[in-house]
């Protein structure tokens, strides 16, 4: 069982920053897939970043390609997500998640996902 917890969302202008953070409990953090998904009023939930259990390969949605970074650190149970130029478009509730399988499509569908936290809003003014 893996508990997570998501912090870090809040206001920024467009073209401001933020860091989310996603605390882990549990001992077996390492073994899994970590994701981070987002979703807006009225929307569907979006895939928006993924990391390997080591944290040595991440694949990014290509709407935030090049200025999201998706990280972990093992040995802190903890998961970021370094966001960057920030757009209105960005603005949505910021869930992260732990899951299975890091090869194929699977990694990027909710569906490989075991573990969620609560979310995180972020809101972005233009």
């Known amino acids: 069982q893996v508990q997570l917890v998501e912090s870090g969302g809040g206001l920024v202008q467009a073209g401001g920053s933020l860091r989310l953070s996603c605390a882990a409990s549990?001992?077996?953090?390492?073994?899994?897939?970590l994701g981070w998904f987002r979703q807006a009023p009225g929307k569907e939930r979006e895939f928006v970043a993924a990391?390997?259990?080591?944290?040595?390969?991440?694949i990014y949605a290509d709407s935030v390609k090049g200025r999201f970074t998706i990280s972990r650190d093992n040995t802190k149970n903890t998961m970021y997500l370094h966001m960057n130029s920030l757009k209105p478009e960005d603005a949505a509730v910021y869930s992260c998640?732990?899951?299975?399988?890091?090869?194929?499509?699977?990694?990027?569908?909710?569906?490989?996902?075991?573990?969620w936290g609560q979310g995180t809003q972020v809101t972005v003014s233009s």
């Open positions: 998640a732990a899951g299975g399988s890091w090869y194929g499509s699977s990694r990027s569908l909710p569906s490989n996902y075991y573990y």
């Open positions: 549990g001992r077996t953090f390492s073994m899994y897939v």
């Open positions: 990391v390997s259990t080591s944290g040595s390969s991440t």
